[in-house]
């Protein structure tokens, strides 16, 4: 296995602190209660990211053509049971404007097998898969 890349992130003070990447490029004040960003906040947009480039990678071995406004809206919720346990569940809303549906279905499925962050999470988070 080849390493492409590795970033660090530290965060002072938990969900209510202060974190930031070690290259800088993100600085982030978190707020638990509303008025700043979320750990969900970055989950959310790193996941949406992350499934887009692998529905791209798997059109690209099926030599389609994806269309210039595909997107993919990653909706995460934060959850608590009854004995305060907390865990994480998601949906991927994907549009893919132009391509049958059942076909679009087929490539989310493989982008799903392929996306780093659904592998990392899969058997531990709820992930629902939605092509509008």
Do not use: W
């Not at 296995?1 to 800088?24: F, N």
């Not at 969900?40 to 990678?57: N, P």
């Amino acid at each position: 296995m080849k390493t492409l890349g590795t970033i660090s992130g530290t965060t002072t003070g938990g969900r209510d602190g202060h974190g930031e990447t070690s290259d800088g490029l993100i600085k982030a004040d978190f707020k638990s209660k509303g008025g700043g960003p979320t750990p969900e906040h970055f989950f959310a947009l790193g996941y949406s990211a992350c499934f887009g480039s692998a529905l791209a990678g798997v059109s690209r071995l099926k030599q389609m053509q994806l269309p210039p406004d595909f997107s993919v809206t990653v909706k995460v919720d934060l959850n608590v049971g009854d004995n305060h346990d907390y865990s994480l569940a998601a949906e991927l809303q994907v549009k893919l404007p132009g391509i049958e549906k059942s076909v679009a279905e087929e490539l989310v499925k493989a982008a799903d097998q392929m996306c780093p962050y659904s592998k990392a999470i899969r058997g531990n988070v709820p992930v629902k898969l939605t092509v509008l």
